[in-house]
């Protein structure tokens, strides 16, 4: 049967020995040879695997191998984005901070330059009284006022 490369099973055995199936499945012995002998022929036809699949398969694991490593560079790239993207928050959230902030620094710049103002203009205007006379400003004063009492000041020497 191998050389006519007919397929060993029991129905062709039977068929060759003119035997029933029943007949060789009821001896153990030629039932054990039956089934060693079905497996022999499987293995003997299964081919090698040709070089050709080899080498095939031999790129294969190295393009698994490339897209592996390809897969941790995507990975550590997406973990920076991410980590840029938080400091890019971060700093808008500080950006968007600033106007309120320097609002305030200008208020409280305004505040400083009025009291400073109100010392300083106090001081001069009391040696511009002991120097040329004329009319004290009061507490309310403002810096226009100021001036304007200088430019009468000025005006009548």
């Not at 920076?80 to 309120?100: C, G």
């Amino acid at each position: 049967m191998k050389q006519d490369k007919r397929p060993i099973n029991f129905n062709t055995i039977a068929a060759e020995a003119g035997v029933s199936k029943a007949t060789l499945y009821n001896h153990p012995r030629l039932r054990e040879r039956i089934s060693s002998l079905r497996m022999m022929q499987k293995q003997s036809q299964q081919q090698p695997v040709p070089v050709e699949n080899m080498d095939a398969v031999k790129l294969l694991r190295a393009e698994v191998r490339r897209l592996k490593k390809d897969k941790e560079n995507l990975i550590l790239q997406l973990l920076e984005f991410e980590e840029i993207k938080e400091e890019n928050r971060k700093l808008r959230d500080r950006l968007s901070l600033q106007p309120r902030q320097e609002v305030i620094d200008n208020r409280f710049i305004q505040k400083l330059r009025e009291s400073s103002f109100a010392a300083i203009s106090g001081r001069a205007e009391a040696e511009i009284l002991r120097r040329f006379g004329g009319e004290t400003l009061g507490v309310e004063s403002t810096e226009q006022d100021f001036y304007e009492q200088i430019r009468k000041i000025i005006s009548t020497y």
